[in-house]
């Protein structure tokens, strides 16, 4: 029954349209952090791999993406809930405080959450790889 609710959604067009939201979030987050990084610390050498780690990152998503669109999903909203709250003031103690660690550190547990409240343990697992590469492009 499930697959033929994936069919009907890719018929019509609607596929990803609730990452949407999701995506303008991470954006609105996360690209003025990225920003900062490439300006200060990023040109250093010690921390220079940090954008060919969040290019991986975004290509390995990128590459896995037809699993977020397609398949049987069982959202647990309760715990990504949690951990994208979590996440969420992480950041926000990053970004007020000048943190750069936990201002990145933050995306790990925001992409968590949002994976694990939007489409469940199943998907966040196949997932498990590029989230927890994010930690080598954190600054030391």
Known sequence: MSTLLDIKR?????????WLPVAAGL???FVPTFYAAALSFWQTDENAHGPIILAVVVWLFWKMRAMLFTGSFRPQP???IALLVFGLLFYVVGRSQQIALFEIGALAPVLAGALLAMRGSHV???FAFPILFIAFMLPL
């Open 10 to 18: 890719l018929k019509s067009g609607a596929v990803g349209l609730d």
């Open 27 to 29: 954006l609105v987050l």
């Open 78 to 80: 309760a715990p990504g």
């Open 124 to 126: 966040l697992r196949a």
